[in-house]
């Protein structure tokens, strides 16, 4: 990007920040309007749709990126996101791995690759997925929880437990108040 559409871009992402919606999108299709290919301004429009339930808009933006870079994890990762959160788990977990093949480091893509798994009861994998997250990213609170749930239906208790704690300490609620409860739902 050049200083024009660094600084436009930089403008629709604090809107964003700020919960603008309307005045990011404006902002980021001023960026496109430039410059056509940048991956993303398309990408943050795809999550200003998707946060707004537009789900055929998100998945417009994201596949202009795959036009643009058809190795784009971003892109495929959110597009998992649209599928996830329609039910279709075959094109999510499809999504979640292509985004995984071009991003080995792609935390998003695992963890959300994790909670399908986990749905579709498939623990081991689930484990696998959750377990790659916290390699990734030792404090990532939400899949120390993921893992405590993992374990926890796998029917080891103690390491869920830990897991458990693990996520407290970090400052998650919803694992601080399950240890409140004295593990008793454990």
């Known amino acids: 990007m050049d200083e024009k559409t660094d600084d436009l871009f930089e403008k629709g992402v604090s809107f964003y920040d700020q919960k603008n919606y309307t005045l990011a999108y404006e902002y980021f299709e001023k960026v496109i309007t430039i410059n056509p290919e940048c991956e993303d301004a ?22 202009r990126i795959l036009d643009i870079n058809p190795k ?3 892109a495929y990762c959110n597009l998992g996101n ?17 985004s995984i093949e071009f991003d080995p480091k792609q935390i998003n ?11 579709r009861e498939q623990y081991e994998r689930a484990l696998s997925c959750f377990q790659k997250v ?3 990213d030792p404090c990532h609170k939400y899949a120390l929880c993921a893992l405590a749930n993992v374990y926890k239906e796998l ?5 869920a437990f830990e897991y458990l704690k693990s ?11 399950l240890l409140k409860a004295n593990g008793q739902i454990w």
């Open 109 to 119: 893509a695992f963890y959300s690759l994790g909670g399908v798994c986990f749905l």
């Open 134 to 136: 916290v390699t990734l």
């Open 42 to 63: 398309h990408l943050n429009m795809g999550v200003i749709f998707f946060e707004q339930g537009k789900y055929d808009s998100a998945s417009i933006c994201y596949h």
């Open 82 to 98: 649209i599928f996830l959160v329609q039910n279709k788990y075959d094109e999510a977990v499809y999504c979640y791995k292509k």
């Open 155 to 159: 029917g080891n208790i103690e390491t």
């Open 72 to 74: 784009n994890a971003d």
């Open 167 to 177: 996520a407290a300490r970090l400052g998650y609620e919803p694992a601080q108040e």
